[in-house]
């Protein structure tokens, strides 16, 4: 980020354009591309498939496609179980790399094998058998019917009957490992956290078209991380931190990084679990401001009213709702509004403010509204007739828009419901104090 960070030198990184259209390969050339069968998982699309017994079929299963359940068919790939494989080739793969996470496929370490009788891992190089975890969350149903369950409306696999299940850490990262001068050694880090799959949708014997070179000859530890060159720190204390090499000795790097004190923040958080702001549940702001349950709702959301156009032609809907909620969409905002666990809903104590004013100003508007709230479409002209023949409809709902353009909720940032986020008012007192607290932290280095 030029004018952020200074230039990182030496920089093995480059940018470069090209053409979208040269990534394109003419369909007779993708048979021949990888002719080895143990990478065909690394060819474009899903050639993976061919390495699992499967059939296809297309029925009404709900796949869930961004957290919604699909209304039209989905195209379900079943998988043969596979219940003639001996447990013994699975318990084989017990230390082994396989391929997991089908049809994106993710490097991953086997760590053990499970049945519903017993589960075998890999002790001083043999192998363990002991009885079945019997507790409820990691019993081997439990597991089995979580992970069918989660395959079929995610990625539309059927799995079928799962005799065995296998426990596996996928691959974090691989990491360079400087072994002596022009000798290192990439390293596969795994994750420590455990996922299970069921044992028909593990690949092994499967490998890159380019192989990782285990050995990279003529680079140096000095030459990786040269004398004051910059570099940042993925290790705490410091994680994220800039840093400076000051040199390299026995196989370590030493870098000079700067740090300041944390800032203190007691009196942020002691007023964020106080909320020294008031909310009110529906019928206490409805109470107050003598509104019905069913306006509150509407003028919190979007509330649309029929406008007749200027040439007697049709009419235009005009939105005279505060938009700060959207029960539907699952949208609100955090400054306004808030679900409770009851799946109701509090509005902030600046809302009520809000509304109330919005009252004040309109009194005679929130009384007509209170009629016509159950109709489908509600028509300025049917509001103004209570208002007498000289009313001008037309500028009595624009200086509405208009005044509403006016509050702290107009065009407010909405989030998912359920989120937990910083009021602006917090948010302000948060970067005042982070101002204050670097003007006056202690810098070490």
Not at 402 to 420: I, M, P, Q, R, Y
């Amino acid at each position: 980020l030029p004018g952020h960070f200074p230039d990182l030198k030496p920089c093995y990184t480059m940018m470069d354009f090209r053409d979208k259209d040269c990534f394109n390969v003419p369909p007779d050339q993708l048979n021949w591309i990888f002719p080895d069968k143990s990478v065909d998982p690394f060819r474009m699309g899903f050639p993976s498939s061919t390495h699992l017994k499967h059939e296809i079929e297309f029925t009404q299963a709900g796949c869930k496609i961004f957290s919604f359940g699909s209304k039209d068919k989905n195209c379900i790939l079943n998988i043969d179980p596979q219940t003639d494989t001996p447990l013994e080739t699975y318990t084989a793969l017990l230390g082994e790399e396989v391929h997991v996470q089908y049809p994106h496929l993710v490097e991953a370490l086997v760590v053990g094998v499970h049945t519903e009788e017993h589960d075998y891992a890999m002790e001083s190089n043999f192998v363990s058998k002991t009885p079945a975890v019997v507790n409820k969350k990691d019993c081997f149903k439990h597991l089995k019917s979580r992970e069918c369950i989660a395959l079929k409306s995610r990625w539309g696999i059927e799995v079928g009957d799962v005799r065995v299940m296998m426990s596996v850490r996928k691959i974090r990262g691989k990491v360079p490992s400087f072994q002596s001068e022009g000798d290192v050694t990439i390293i596969k880090h795994w994750c420590e956290e455990t996922s299970y799959v069921p044992a028909q949708l593990v690949l092994s014997n499967l490998s890159p078209p380019v192989p990782v070179q285990e050995k990279c000859v003529n680079l140096s530890l000095s030459g990786v991380f040269p004398q004051d060159a910059k570099v940042f720190v993925v290790s705490n204390p410091g994680y994220g931190s800039l840093g400076t090499v000051e040199g390299v000795q026995d196989n370590r790097v030493k870098v000079r990084i700067t740090l300041s004190d944390e800032p203190m923040l007691d009196s942020l958080r002691k007023a964020i679990d106080n909320n020294d702001e008031d909310w009110y549940f529906p019928r206490e702001m409805c109470s107050e401001l003598r509104i019905s349950p069913l306006l509150l709702s509407k003028m919190t959301s979007a509330f649309k009213i029929n406008i007749a156009n200027k040439n007697g032609c049709g009419t235009t809907p005009i939105n005279i709702g505060l938009n700060i909620k959207y029960a539907n969409k699952g949208l609100m905002s955090a400054d306004y509004a808030r679900k409770i666990d009851n799946g109701g809903w509090q509005y902030s104590e600046a809302l009520y403010k809000i509304i109330k004013e919005y009252v004040a100003k309109f009194p005679d508007l929130f009384k007509e509204l209170e009629h016509h709230l159950k109709k489908e479409a509600i028509n300025a002209s049917e509001i103004a007739q209570k208002f007498g023949p000289e009313f001008n409809v037309r500028g009595y709902f624009e200086d509405v828009k208009a005044w509403l353009k006016t509050l702290s909720t107009h065009n407010s940032k909405l989030v998912g419901v359920g989120s937990e986020i910083m009021s602006t008012k917090h948010v302000t007192q948060l970067l005042k104090d982070l101002m204050e607290h670097k003007k006056t932290a202690a810098v070490h280095e």
